[in-house]
């Protein structure tokens, strides 16, 4: 039997990662951009970007997807346990899939949300950067790149948040890798 306050928390626990990761998952789903750009009196065509176009953004969709999965699946369980204070079957589910082994203790899901985290963030931030000294060398009286430098400063935005969703996402699911050792731990002895 479990205590009703640690049910109660890994419950709380899957249900703020599935929504994290749900969260990032449309928030990067519906992010795109349109630019119309003239340069030097020269007219361009529009530029249309989505995260489907960056594969930083895909990596951190897809494993936002494959957590959020995971998350749901583990649904069912949490509330069960939460509501009677076991386990329904298979204790090991929550273990095996929260880690890779017993002997290296590796965390699947959550290595895949923190490498999504990290490159998501990594890649925003820094082509953020990238593209503001980029669009300041070329603004000039001749090129109007206002619209343009707003557009993708919004794009890459929207995916620091997705990735900053991701991280707690991937929080969540650390604390619940550590639920899940322990309760091992204790079944094992």
């Not at 430098?149 to 707690?168: E, K, M, P, T, W």
Request: a positive charge.
């Amino acid at each position: 039997m479990e205590p009703k306050a640690t049910s109660t928390l890994i419950l709380t626990l899957r249900i703020t990662s599935f929504l994290a990761l749900v969260a990032c998952v449309i928030t990067l789903g519906l992010n795109k951009v349109s630019v119309y750009v003239d340069i030097f009196k020269l007219e361009v065509d529009v530029t249309k970007v989505t995260f489907n176009d960056v594969t930083t953004y895909r990596y951190v969709f897809y494993a936002a997807l494959i957590g959020a999965c995971y998350a749901f699946l583990q649904l069912p369980f949490a509330v069960y346990l939460a509501t009677k204070g076991k386990r329904i079957c298979w204790p090991e589910f929550d273990f095996y899939g929260d880690k890779k082994n017993t002997k290296t203790k590796l965390q699947v899901i959550s290595y895949l949300l923190a490498t999504a985290t990290g490159a998501g963030l990594a890649f925003s931030c820094e082509f953020k950067s990238f593209l503001d000294k980029l669009f300041e060398l070329i603004t000039n009286e001749e090129a109007d790149v206002g619209e343009a430098r707003h557009q993708y400063d919004n794009f890459l935005s929207r995916g620091i948040i997705a990735s900053s969703v991701l991280c707690l996402g991937f929080v969540c699911m650390v604390i619940l890798s550590a639920f899940s050792s322990s309760e091992r731990l204790r079944r094992e002895s």
